[in-house]
Nanobody, 121 residues
């Protein structure tokens, strides 16, 4: 199973970006999906999560600005980021809890490669 993230880049404060992350491979089921971020010199922290039913939760720092969504048919998770602030600058990682078929079914956590979001003032 691989997670391929895209959509990062450089944006001015107040601007918007949309991140995407597609899971591929011998996937049977994708449970929770999420976005995490890691700023320079800091630990990786959750930004937003979404269940397979579409229930969402977000960090207080992004509520009202970021929206997580998913396309279950495409095994893809999105993060719409509006009203970006300089403190949102970080590498954003997608996460998925996946059951895959390989010599039997196995459930594991998978991470994308990270996409850099830089917000300038």
């Amino acid at each position: 199973v691989q997670l391929q993230a895209s959509g990062g880049g450089l944006v001015q404060a107040g601007g918007s970006l949309r991140l995407s992350c597609a899971a591929s491979g011998n996937i049977v089921t994708v449970y929770n999906m999420a976005w995490y971020r890691q700023a320079p010199g800091k630990q990786r922290n959750p930004v937003a999560t979404i269940t397979s039913r579409g229930d969402t939760n977000g960090a207080d720092s992004v509520k009202g600005r970021f929206t997580i969504s998913r396309d279950n048919a495409e095994n893809t998770v999105y993060l719409q980021m509006n009203s970006l602030k300089t403190e949102d600058t970080a590498v954003y990682y997608c996460f998925a809890d996946v059951v895959a078929q390989r010599f039997g079914r196995r459930r594991d956590d998978y991470w994308g490669q990270g996409t850099l979001v830089t917000v300038s003032s």
